[in-house]
């Protein structure tokens, strides 16, 4: 036996050392077939302005700290650099860019569609939703999804918003000043909304899984900010090794119970025959329906710009002669299970995906835009003077709800939201994988294939060059003669073009009647000023230190006859 043992062991060190002889050359033949693969990716980034790297790991060490750290490093960073900036995060190619016309190409393309590799870490969550989809299923399910937020179905949500933002002051009215962080209220009240306006799910039958639901969105949120900054988290096999993992699945399930619930109650309404979700609050008098339904049918929307530049539009612009879910006026899950049972291109397991998306795009990003435009209204106390008689003027002292007509009448106000998606864009980074060489129109530069561009909004929207002093918070920047000398893709909160945001007019309209309703009640405070905002971009942009805020109940004034 030992002399079996002795003659192994020659013959397993040799094969030992056969292979580690044979390891490593291979590996670094490997290296250099990789490296010569991407000669051309190089040269090219060798051309493009950016902060100087490490050897290998090139600017990885930048990506450690804080959200907020990080967010700092990169804003300082950038700002030697003018609008094209490389970065490299290990082998990966990141180039950040800020001119609008270099904007322009990528997002007005058909070509450069696909989003970023590092939008798999969404896939357990949205699965193939949306946002994420590429190809001719995102293509089909857009056409579909689309029309479901048409004007003509957002004007029958007024009622719904209204409810909603009644309901929310309530909640905060009973806080009596306290100072508290208002987007827990803006992110549980914007869930309420599109349980009610996309999903039908009617507020009365609601529980505690819509805050549930908020909470676990945010922390899903922390998650995959730390996987995309993290690299070593990159890899599915290391981040299932690690803690993040398995709160993630906790968090996922808390996600996951909301949507499925809410798609097995539409389904077992639709199968004893209750269809259609557009329905209108008992609060509204019969006759005011009426009316409400011949203002709905006459109202001409002139002046609201839904958020983006005049001038800019997309497919949310066209009246299609199939927008099946203007013409029925279908809310988005109903037209999703309309279109399945008639054997339309979606099935129930992309029913599921779409409706995650939904939820996690129409609320995040709400809840946010509308934490920093109150925030701003409590720090800028003389510009929400200026808001708060524009409310007056349409209101008057009574407490009636808002109309779609008078969101149109709310042009202050409007400009106030168009500054705050300006200097605070909820989605701070837009990312694009690049599968074909691409030309800036900046200067002499090439992107090359297979590299990630980001549209850095969060840096285009605070160019001098574009906007005269941009860290001042100056909602005159809006004004129409002001906006027309500008590039479209100047201000592109909601992204543009065939990509861009499916919510854009829903979410202007929402947050029109949010903000109006709480400007109407109260007096916003904030005891921080703009340069104590913490920022993070966890994602969604967000304040470290939250969004806190005091409100004082006020009395509106009597309707005074407008200023000649
Ligand atoms: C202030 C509010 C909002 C902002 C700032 C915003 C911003 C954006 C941006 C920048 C994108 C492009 C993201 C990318 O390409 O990576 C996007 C996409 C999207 N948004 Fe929004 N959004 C808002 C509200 C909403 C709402 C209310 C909904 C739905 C109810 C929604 C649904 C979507 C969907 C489905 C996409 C993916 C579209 C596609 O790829 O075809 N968003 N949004």
Redesign the pocket.
Known sequence: MAGTVSADLPTSSVSTAIFFSLLFPAIALWFVYWRLSRKRMYELADKLPGPNGLPIIGNALDLMGTSHILFKTFVNKGKPFNDVIKIWAGPKLLIFLADPRDIEIILSSQVYLD?SPEYRFFKPWLGN???ISSGSK?RSH?KL?APT?HLNVLKSFIELFNDNSRHVCQKMRDLNGKTFDCHDYMSECTVEI?LET?MGVSRKTQDQSGFDYAMAVMKMCDILHLRHTKIWLYPDWIFNLSKYAKKQVKLLDVIHSLTKKVIRNKKEAFSQGTRGSLATPEYIKPEEKDKKEELKKTTVVEGLSF?QSSGLKDDLDVDEPNDIGEKKRLAFLDLLLESAENGAVISDEEIKEQVD??MF??HD??AA?SSFFLSLMGIHQHIQDKVVDELDQIFGDSDRPCTFQDTLEMKYLERCMMET?RMY???PL??RHVKEELKLASGDYVVPAGSTVIVA?FKLHRLDSIYPNPEKFDPDNFLPERQANRHYYAF????AGP??????K??ML??KVILSTVLRQFRVHSDLTEEQFRLQADIILKREEGFQIRLEPRKPRAKQAPAS
């Open positions: 989003k939703g949306l946002l995102w857009r999804i937020f599109l996309a958020g998306t939904i795009e129409g990003t709400t835009g998606l864009p909820p989605v837009i990312a909004t592109i909160p909601f992204s990509r861009s945001c499916v919510g854009r829903y979410a929402k947050l």
